[in-house]
Structure formats: structure tokens, C-alpha cells
């Protein structure tokens, strides 16, 4: 599932969204179970935001303690929209451990405002289709897909941000993409192509048997903004589109960063929809 943000801009009638981290899905669960609504989130988003305020950062520390004991979707929604970089990092006992992103007057009533608004939007698509949110690992999930469903797949980049919620070696790569292939349905996974410093060697090795999109995007993670660099993205299918090209036929070495890398500011990174 991810962030949710395919789903939730396509607006399928009927959808399955799958995700190995369980808060995650208990997010969208409390949002579909109106649990979670835009009233109840601004007044709790205001609230907690003073206290940030006046404890100048500190009560973050307090929110994710109270998170990882009880594992409030509130509490969740909160630690992703305070933490540094939007990052979705959790150690090996399963405790969400992102440190603070040092703003303590983080939620504005403009932020707060824009977080509500996404809360309101997403429940009005999910009221209007038959949406179920489920937590399982990707090897489940495909065992249950058909020949007539459109699978999109948003894994960890393999090489990159691992530590989303689990680990995500060459190994599952390997499986998602022998699962996925003989399930017979129609499906879109992305991964990230190049930076640059190196190139995804398994996007050729793998699954070079795809078609293949490539979108440049400039990611906004990293300590120091010199760290921070584009990133070709690829959309790898097995059918072809409109642009698309056989992963075969792509010539690495003609992929190159546009001059807007040089001048691309910093901003906040927005991984998560909500």
C-alpha cells in the first residue's frame, strides 16, 4: 500500500490495500471507521501542538513513547507530520525511533489545516468505493491475486531506505517479482532507477522481462542539503503504455539529471499522505 496516495488519487470502485506495517493500516482502518475524522483530528493536532510548543520539542519525545506503548493511529498521525523528514523508521522491537525535526511550532493552523483537508478527502473516497485495508506481508497478498485485478506494488527500494518497517533484501525482490509475474494479473511497481553515484542493477537483472517509466524526482531526505540529490524513479509493467520502453532497450547512460538539481530547494518531505 505505501502512503496510499495511487490509490487514493485513482479512486478505484473496489481496492485492496495491503501493508506489512500494521499502524499504517490501523490508520486508514480508524479513518474508514470514522474512528478519525477531520473535527477530532484538528482539535487533537492543535492540542498536542501547544504542548509541543511550550515544552519547545520535548513532548515529541513524550507522543512516541505514548505510541509505541499503545499505538494510537492519533499518536501516529502525529509522530509522521513532527518527525525528522517525514521518515517511517521503526527498530528491530518494532518501536517507531525517528528523533524529532527540531520545529516546535510545527503545527501551524495552515499545517493542521492541509493535514484536515487530506483526512476529509480521503474519507469521502474511501466512503464512495468498497475499500479494504488489510495488514499482511506481500507473499499473502499476491496468493490472493487474480488474472482480472491491476496490482500496484510500492516495496521498500531495495538499496535504500530499508528500514521502512522491515527488512527488504535481495531476497524479497526476488520473491516479489516471481510472485507477482506468475500471478497472471496486470501489475505497476516502482523503484527507484539511478542517482548520481550508482544505478539499480536490479531493475535489468530482474526485471528486465518489464516495461519500463522513468520520472525524475528530487527527494528531500538527508541531514545536510548537500546530501540531498535527484533520484530517476521507474515504474516497471508487464504491458505496455504511452512512453513506455522494453527495460532492455534502455540505455542507462542516456538518463540524465535535468539542471533543476542544481537550483532544487529544501522542504519538508511529505512521504506519508496523511
Known amino acids: 500500500m505505501g502512503t496510499g496516495a495511487v ?25 474508514q471507521g470514522n474512528e478519525i475524522t477531520a473535527d477530532n483530528a484538528r482539535i487533537f493536532l ?3 501542538g501547544e504542548k509541543l510548543l511550550r515544552t519547545e520539542g520535548e513532548h515529541y519525545y513524550t507522543v512516541r513513547e505514548r505510541f509505541n506503548s499503545g499505538g494510537n493511529p492519533l499518536d501516529f498521525m502525529f509522530l509522521s507530520r513532527s518527525c525528522f523528514n517525514g521518515m517511517m523508521r521503526f527498530n528491530r522491537n518494532g518501536g517507531f525511533n525517528v528523533p524529532f525535526c527540531r520545529k516546535p511550532n510545527r503545527f501551524s493552523r495552515a499545517l493542521v489545516t492541509k493535514i484536515t483537508n487530506q483526512i476529509a478527502a480521503v474519507s469521502h473516497v474511501i466512503a464512495e468505493g468498497d475499500y479494504t485495508f488489510r495488514h499482511q506481508e506481500f507473499r499473502e497478498t499476491l496468493s490472493e491475486t ?15 531506505h530499508v528500514d521502512y518497517f522491515d527488512s527488504w533484501s ?4 526476488s520473491d516479489l517479482h516471481a510472485l507477482v509475474t506468475s500471478s497472471g494479473a496486470s501489475f505497476i511497481m516502482s523503484t527507484w532507477l539511478k542517482n548520481r553515484y550508482r544505478k539499480n542493477d536490479f531493475v535489468f537483472s530482474l ?7 522513468v520520472k525524475e524526482h528530487f527527494y528531500h531526505v538527508g541531514a545536510k542539503e548537500n546530501n540531498r540529490h535527484a533520484v530517476f524513479e521507474a515504474l516497471l509493467l508487464n504491458f505496455e503504455t504511452d512512453g513506455s520502453l522494453p527495460v532492455r532497450d534502455m540505455d ?3 538518463v540524465q539529471a535535468s539542471p533543476k538539481e542544481m537550483t532544487a530547494q529544501p522542504e519538508i518531505q511529505t512521504r506519508m499522505a496523511i
Not at 11 to 30: T, W
Not at 146 to 160: E, N
Not at 170 to 173: G, L, M, V
Open 207 to 213: 526485471w528486465g522481462d518489464c516495461s519500463v517509466l
Open 252 to 254: 542507462i547512460n542516456a
Open 170 to 173: 535481495e531476497k524479497e525482490e
Open 7 to 31: 490509490a487514493f488519487n485513482v479512486q478505484p470502485k473496489v481496492a485492496f490495500l495491503f501493508d506489512s506495517n500494521p499502524h499504517l493500516i490501523r490508520f486508514y482502518q480508524a479513518v
Open 146 to 160: 487474480g488474472r482480472a485485478d491491476m496490482v500496484y506494488c510500492d516495496p521498500p527500494y531495495i538499496g535504500r
Open 46 to 48: 492543535t492540542q498536542e
